[in-house]
């Protein structure tokens, strides 16, 4: 599965400089060039032509590909192909826009993960095939992969995009009239792990109060829309916002210190940090490292 093959071309990214750290030079090599032959592979092999198949079967045949009546594109494959940065850089665009014109439905409110659902085909493509049509895995929302497309628009600073799409995932919008209501019929306050894609249960909410998709809509939003990132007790903001959101404010609390966060996006940018001033100082690192203790003024110009 080609979705499977950005997970370890990203992993792998991620476990280099641990192997470094440990001065493992022989694993530093046999992983970077694993790399490099996964990325030549999910690049060639991989592409449909305008999207990145989803995988190929036993017999060969391939799965996610427009040569398929059923399941001819996931979500997951153009998603991953982005957040890994192992997609050459014209088929990152190419990919989502091809994600966005098959399998975001703006009528319904819904980010299938595939399309169309499998009903007939004589291919087996696993467990999800014996879900309905449109339901979970099969051709519904499937709400952790969903978020996944979101970030991906994101890591292209597509930020009207994502946000258009990040208000598509919240339950409320899917309950703003008694119409919607009666359509979702599930709680408008909590994240639907998956959102079912066709016919007479199109839009209905499945599998609500999922810890992980939740959890997962709180990380888009924080992380990668509104751009807060702590690691290693290093504090950064990389925003990705609309052109029209002027500013915004954050509070976050570290250990037994406060850091009063204020962004202002005077020149109308989608991305991109200036200044970066802590209590009235520039940092020109555009980084700080968190205190234990104290109260702070961020003050951060796009």
């Known amino acids: ?29 046999e992983y970077k060039e694993k790399r490099e032959t996964l990325k030549k592979s ?77 009903n007939k085909t004589k291919l087996e493509p696993g467990y999800i095939k014996a879900y309905l049509p449109g339901v979970r895995e099969n051709g519904g929302q499937y709400t952790h992969a969903a978020l996944w497309a979101i970030i991906a628009f994101t890591k292209l600073g597509l930020a009207e995009k994502a946000v258009e799409y990040y208000k598509i995932i919240n339950p409320i919008e899917h309950s703003k009239t008694k119409e919607a209501a009666n359509k979702y019929k599930a709680e408008p306050y909590v994240i639907a792990a998956d959102i079912y894609g066709t016919n007479n249960l199109l839009g209905r909410g499945g599998w609500t109060w999922y810890t992980g998709s939740s959890s997962w809509f709180c990380k888009v939003g924080i992380e990668h829309i509104l751009g807060l990132n702590v690691q290693n007790k290093i504090l950064t903001l990389q925003p990705c916002i609309p052109k029209e959101w002027k500013e915004y404010s954050i509070r976050y609390k570290y250990e037994n210190s406060i850091y009063n966060i204020k962004v202002k996006n005077p020149n109308g940018k989608n991305v991109g940090v200036e200044k970066f001033i802590l209590n009235g100082e520039e940092i020109k690192e555009k980084q700080i490292k968190l205190e234990k203790n104290g109260i702070y003024e961020v003050e951060i110009i796009m």
């Open 1 to 29: 599965m080609y979705g499977y093959g950005f997970f370890i071309y990203d992993i792998l990214g991620k476990f280099i400089p641990i192997c470094e750290k440990r001065n493992d030079i022989s694993r530093v090599n």
């Open 42 to 118: 999910l690049n060639t092999s991989g592409w449909d032509g305008r999207w990145f198949r989803r995988a190929y079967m036993d017999n060969g045949e391939p799965l996610g590909s427009i040569e398929n009546e059923e399941c001819r594109i996931d979500s997951i494959s153009q998603s991953w192909g982005v957040i890994s940065n192992a997609a050459d850089n014209d088929k990152k665009y190419i990919s989502m826009e091809a994600l966005e014109n098959h399998l975001i439905d703006k009528e319904n409110g819904i980010i299938k993960l595939l399309d169309p659902p499998f």
